[in-house]
Structures are given as structure tokens and as C-alpha cells.
């Protein structure tokens, strides 16, 4: 850790990301609050997470622009994009606007598809790969921790003032994250291009993703995990009314409970990362979040408080030892397309258990649908198992080298 606080860039890097993250978190639970403070309506309020997973299909598209382009200014034109779209928010009045809220919503999810790709091929370009895996953690642990404090704030200020003043907060912030992120150094090294059909360049990270044998169970484990976890969202909002009998707002001490766990889960990994395999973090992080799920099928707050506090804990050991993995066995040329092409292998279950949990939630008991997501992470854990012996013919080392033909690469 020493060693990334030292290097330049990366403080400037994980200072960007910090208020950028800030600014999301301030807003994207109020989405949610927004709606069904408008509507009265659970299911619509689960709806609009439903918004921001479903852009991911368009993953690809968002890959192929981060490959293309110095990735940032990928993150400076997304940053003052958002600010852009988010103040369209003073515009919502109330239902008759809702439009505009699902509208934001699915920008932010784009936004959020090619961003995360960019900074993952940004890590890897600007890092040795033994500082990868760390620099991953420390990453998630500021953004999972922001659940402390972001969904507090923006529920609060939402209580307090509305949904417009959070939107002007989220605007203001992330402008900040640009101008920090302008100070960056780094130039990345890029090879030259090689004029391929396009259809070549937007299959390249799912191309890569198949070929792969470890990954291709990763995509699998993803696959399981993403339809059990999406059922989740439209269903907190009936865990906090109908079991914990709270208001909408108490999601947001939710979420800063979880981002609670999420600090030490994120502590926890980086320290782990150099000593334990990726699959092995992986199978640890679903089993963990599988018993914060199972937790909250209690209708009493001091298990729901302790299953959100585990499901934090079990994020940031998934997310980075899938970050890392992706990147251990991914030429940079092809990262965003890749680390893009993963997460719309997530979102196209994802999306579907979301919609499939908006209906469920109103015919079925929150418990039953919380089990399921328990047993389904399981399984997803189960499925992994057989990746922990896969990763010893990929290596430790750097990534592998580009074939030099975008969308042509080696194998792991």
C-alpha cells in the first residue's frame, strides 16, 4: 500500500475516483427513493435499478470506445457528460417527470459500464501486476466504504430538501473528479492500430472471455450469481416495509451498513490478494454474501443489519478478485473490451432477475425470494471450485501479449 500512496498518478487516480464515487452514491439510491416516494410503488422503484443494469447490454459498444480512445479522457468526458444529464433532474416535478428519472438512470448505468472498463485498463497500463491486485483493493475499499457516508447524505438531503438539490451535489462533484483526473501523467502506450471489421472489434472481449478456459467459468459463476442477486433489488424495499416496517428512506442505513462491511471486506482483500488465488477469494466472497442474503430473510432489524454488513463484506473480495483475474489474463490492448464484455455477461441475467423480482415482489413473500438468492450464490460458489486448479496454467506474471490484430488474441 505504501507503494501505491507513493506513486503520483495513482493518487491522483484513487482521489478521482473518490469524488466521482461520492457523487454516485449521493444519488443512485435516491433513484430508487425518488421513485417510490412518487409513485408509492415498490416494484417501480426496483424498476429503476432495472434502468441502470440494462445498458450494460450495450457493453461492447463501450468497450470498443475505451480501446480506441486515451482511457482518460474517457473518464473526464464521462464525468462532465453525467454532470450534464443529472441537472436534467430539476426538471421532475412529479409523476407525470418520471420518464426523466429512468432516463438518468440509464445514462448513469452506461456511463458506469464504460467507466469501470477505463479504469481497469488504466490500472493495468499504469501498475506492475504485482500492484494490480492491491491497488484494486484499495480502489474498492474507498468506493465501498462511500456507502457509509454517500447514501446517508443523499437520502438525507433528499428528506431535507429533494431530489434536485442531490442532483446539483452529484453535478458539482463530479466536475471536481475532472478537474483531478486532468492532472494525471500517465500517457498510455498504445499499439498501432490495425484497420479489422468492426464486427471483429466488438466481439473481441467476449471472444477472448470464451477462449480462456479459467474465464469462461468465471463467465458461468457470473451468469448464476447475477440471477440470484438481481432478484435482490426490488425486494429491499420490501424487506424495509413490510418486515422492518420503516419508511423508504431507511434503505440508505442499509446500504451504509453494507458500505460498513465493504470497508473491511476491501481491507481484508488487499491484503490478501498477493497470498490467495483470485477463484479461491471468489468462492469466499459469494459464500459470505450468501449468508448476509439468508440473514435477511429475518424480518428483525438486527439481522438485516448483520446481513447487509456481510453482503459488504463479500463485494469487494468478489469484485476484486474478479478484477484482478480479468486482468492477470488480458492484454491491455483488449482490457476495456474485455473487462466491458464481462459486465454485460452480468447484465443480461441481471436485468432479466431484476424485472422477474419487480413481478415476484408483489406475489410472492420477500423471504422466499431472499432464499433463493441465498441458494443461487451457493451455487455460483460451487460452480468456481474447479478455476482454483485452472489458474496454474495461467501464471502469475504479466498479462499476455497481444497478437497485434485488435480482437485476435491469445488465450490464457
Same mark, same amino acid.
Given at each position: 500500500m505504501r507503494e501505491l500512496i507513493r506513486h503520483r498518478d495513482f493518487r491522483l487516480l484513487l482521489a478521482g475516483q473518490t469524488l466521482a464515487m461520492f457523487g454516485d452514491w449521493t444519488l443512485l439510491l435516491v433513484f430508487g427513493i425518488w421513485a417510490k416516494t412518487l409513485t408509492g410503488s415498490n416494484a417501480v422503484a426496483g424498476l429503476t435499478v432495472f434502468a441502470m443494469v440494462a445498458p450494460g447490454l450495450l457493453a461492447p459498444f463501450a468497450g470498443v470506445v475505451v480501446d480506441r480512445l486515451p482511457r482518460r479522457a474517457v473518464m473526464i468526458g464521462l464525468n462532465l457528460v453525467s454532470a450534464v444529464v443529472v441537472s436534467s433532474l430539476w426538471f421532475v416535478h412529479d409523476r407525470d417527470q418520471l420518464w426523466i428519472l429512468f432516463a438518468v438512470a440509464v445514462w448513469? %448505468?452506461?456511463? %458506469?459500464?464504460?467507466?469501470?472498463?477505463?479504469?481497469?485498463? =488504466?490500472?493495468?497500463?499504469?501498475?506492475?501486476?504485482?500492484?494490480?491486485?492491491? $491497488?484494486n483493493g484499495l480502489l474498492a475499499t474507498v468506493r465501498q466504504g462511500l456507502r457509509l457516508i454517500g447514501p446517508l447524505a443523499g437520502a438525507g438531503l433528499f428528506a431535507y430538501a429533494g431530489g434536485r438539490w442531490v442532483a446539483t451535489l452529484d453535478a458539482a462533484i463530479l466536475v471536481l473528479a475532472s478537474v483531478v483526473l486532468l492532472f494525471l501523467r500517465h500517457r498510455e502506450i498504445r499499439a498501432p492500430r490495425v484497420v479489422v471489421p468492426f464486427r471483429v472489434e466488438l466481439t473481441a472481449g467476449l471472444l477472448h472471455?470464451? +477462449? !480462456?478456459?479459467? =474465464? +469462461?467459468r468465471l463467465a458461468v459463476t457470473t451468469v448464476l450469481f447475477s440471477v440470484a442477486i438481481g432478484m435482490v433489488e426490488p425486494t429491499v424495499y420490501a424487506l424495509v416495509g413490510d418486515g422492518l416496517r420503516r419508511p423508504p428512506e431507511f434503505v440508505g442505513v442499509l446500504v451504509s451498513v453494507q458500505g460498513a462491511g465493504a470497508i473491511l471486506g476491501g481491507i481484508v482483500v488487499s491484503g490478501a490478494i498477493r497470498r490467495v488465488s483470485e477463484p479461491t477469494l471468489i468462492v469466499v466472497g459469494l459464500l459470505v454474501i450468501a449468508t448476509g442474503a439468508a440473514l435477511c430473510t429475518i424480518p428483525a432489524l438486527p439481522a438485516a443489519l448483520l446481513g447487509f454488513g456481510l453482503v459488504g463484506v463479500g463485494i469487494p473480495l468478489l469484485g476484486v478478485a474478479?478484477?484482478? =483475474?480479468?486482468? /492477470?489474463?488480458?492484454?491491455?490492448?483488449?482490457? %476495456? /473490451?474485455? $473487462?466491458?464484455?464481462?459486465?454485460?455477461?452480468?447484465?443480461?441475467?441481471?436485468?432479466? !432477475?431484476? $424485472?422477474?423480482g419487480a413481478i415476484l415482489v408483489g406475489l410472492w413473500p420477500f423471504q422466499l425470494i431472499l432464499g433463493l438468492t441465498a441458494v443461487g450464490c451457493v451455487a455460483a460458489a460451487l460452480s468456481m471450485l474447479p478455476a482454483r486448479r485452472a489458474l496454474s496454467a495461467v501464471g502469475t506474471g504479466a498479462p499476455p501479449p497481444a497478437s497485434g490484430v485488435p480482437g485476435v488474441v491469445p488465450a490464457p
Open positions: 448513469y %448505468g452506461f456511463s %458506469g459500464v464504460m467507466f469501470n472498463a477505463a479504469i481497469s485498463g =488504466l490500472v493495468q497500463a499504469m501498475l506492475p501486476m504485482d500492484q494490480v491486485g492491491p $491497488a472471455l470464451w +477462449r !480462456s478456459p479459467l =474465464l +469462461r474478479i478484477a484482478t =483475474l480479468l486482468q /492477470r489474463c488480458t492484454p491491455n490492448e483488449v482490457m %476495456g /473490451r474485455v $473487462a466491458a464484455g464481462y459486465d454485460m455477461i452480468g447484465t443480461v441475467p441481471t436485468t432479466a !432477475s431484476i $424485472a422477474a
